[in-house]
């Protein structure tokens, strides 16, 4: 049974940084892409940022480029985001979220944590 437990979530200021992780179980995590997602109150779900399996390819919305980075480690299972000089327009509720395949064309999804909040307010 997939499982993705997402953490790190919280509260920061504009312009300050925070580390998502999200701990994969139940599928081989180095054979399958991953991505991170959001969704903003009152909004629909953006897609953030999603990594190859082998990490050989990263892709970002425009709106995060140059301030978010992702990364995997594949000995741990684990898919990261980390976010820097946080805007209010990042608050969301993030979502960690498996691919189909490891090295995606069409970027389908089976499988989505819970979520954890992320806050950026003075």
């Known amino acids: 049974q997939v499982q993705l437990v997402e953490s790190g979530g919280g509260l920061a200021q504009p312009g300050g940084s925070l580390r998502l992780s999200c701990a994969a179980s139940?599928?081989?995590?180095?054979?399958?892409?991953m991505s991170w997602a959001r969704q903003a109150p009152g909004k629909g779900l953006e897609w953030v940022s999603g990594i190859y399996s082998d990490a050989s390819d990263i892709y970002y919305v425009d709106s995060v480029k140059g301030r978010f980075t992702i990364s995997r480690d594949n000995a741990n299972n684990t898919v990261y985001l980390r976010m820097n000089s946080l805007k209010p327009e990042d608050t969301a509720l993030y979502y960690c979220v498996k691919a189909q395949s490891s090295h995606p064309i069409v970027w389908e999804y089976d499988s989505w944590g819970q979520g954890t909040q992320v806050t950026v307010s003075s």
């Open positions: 139940g599928f081989t995590f180095s054979n399958y892409a």
